[in-house]
């Protein structure tokens, strides 16, 4: 089977946690890692693992004969911003774990099939990848008037960009919720957990429904839907059962199903707490691997 070829344009914990899934890809052959700091302890990993790698930006990797088929871009919003014209101009179809948004928004267990053929897609939020998925499996039983998630991560797991982009997570992931996952309408929040040791990812997910709601097809469907993130992201899983309650004073005549969602990590590179981490480049190969059997079928 042909593999097709990829490049990770950023050599910081992202791309390297990136690169040791790629590897081990049936479908995608990671044979660039590009970054801009020539003592980059990304880049080192990266040659030792039989890796093309340079320093020089991405214009270096864009000028060789040889180009990659997609290239993963795990820099920041702004050098995204930068690169993708360049990548469509060529041809090369991007995968954007950075906040840039510059593409379709892309869940691999609800949308990907959709999107397959775009130039640029964008790998949303950590939280709207564990709980979008959920949003989805509830409306496409039920009518979900509103829906309302509560990400929770280890505060060693946000680096300086998660920090300085909260106020872009909440808006970005409520629009998900409701463009993807199907609720009329959506909200996020996110907490850095402080607590030692370090808790793994846990998301809570309400969703308001009919009262005449068919809680066992919800359940069921919630069920098959974190299955299929889980055949990508080992370590995804339902908490509980989810749990209904019926309509209360304050819910205006709606019932409500609650679902409790862990994330743990697969510590290819990053440690198992961040989860938050994991779940964005295992779906970013995910979404690689789809782009990759379109390429060579």
């Known amino acids: 089977m042909s593999k097709a070829t990829a490049a990770i344009v950023g050599s910081g914990n992202i791309g390297t946690d990136l690169?040791?899934?790629?590897?081990?890809?049936?479908?995608?052959?990671?044979?660039?890692m590009i970054g801009v700091d020539p003592g980059s302890p990304g880049l080192k990993r990266a040659a030792d693992h039989g890796l093309i790698t340079s320093a020089d930006?991405?214009?270096?990797?864009?000028?060789?004969?040889?180009?990659?088929d997609i290239v993963f871009e795990a820099t920041s919003a702004y050098v995204h911003r930068e690169n993708a014209p360049k990548y469509r101009e060529l041809g090369i179809q991007a995968v954007d774990l950075t906040p840039?948004?510059?593409?379709?928004?892309?869940?691999?267990?609800?949308?990907?099939g959709a999107h397959l053929d775009a130039p640029n897609v964008s790998l949303i939020?950590?939280?709207?990848?564990?709980?979008?998925?959920?949003?989805?499996?509830?409306?496409?039983?039920?009518?979900?008037?509103?829906?309302?998630?509560?990400?929770?991560?280890?505060?060693?797991s946000a680096g300086p960009g998660t920090r300085a982009n909260i106020d872009e997570f909440t808006k970005t992931t409520a629009r998900g919720i409701e463009t993807i996952g199907g609720a009329r309408r959506g909200k996020a929040i996110i907490i850095l957990n402080p607590a030692e040791?370090?808790?793994?990812m846990q998301d809570t997910i309400f969703c308001s429904i009919p009262v005449d709601a068919d809680r066992d097809a919800i359940a069921a469907s919630i069920e098959e839907v974190a299955a299929d993130v889980a055949s990508y992201v080992p370590g995804y899983r339902l908490r509980t059962e989810p749990q209904f309650d019926d309509p209360t004073a304050v819910s205006g005549g709606?019932?409500?199903?609650a679902v409790f969602v862990e994330v743990e990590g697969a510590g290819d590179f990053l440690p198992p707490y961040s989860g938050n981490l994991d779940i964005m480049t295992a779906a970013a190969t995910k979404v690689g691997e789809g782009f990759a059997q379109r390429i060579h079928p």
Do not use: F
């Not at 930006?57 to 990659?68: I, K, Q, T, Y």
């Not at 709606?254 to 199903?257: K, T």
């Open 197 to 200: 040791p370090p808790m793994l």
């Open 100 to 112: 840039a948004a510059l593409g379709p928004a892309v869940v691999p267990a609800v949308n990907l």
């Open 57 to 68: 930006g991405v214009d270096w990797l864009l000028g060789r004969d040889e180009r990659p």
């Open 19 to 32: 690169m040791y899934k790629l590897l081990r890809s049936a479908h995608i052959e990671p044979r660039w």
């Open 254 to 257: 709606l019932a409500r199903v």
């Open 125 to 156: 939020t950590c939280g709207g990848q564990a709980t979008i998925p959920i949003v989805h499996a509830v409306s496409r039983v039920t009518e979900v008037a509103y829906a309302e998630i509560v990400a929770s991560v280890a505060s060693p």
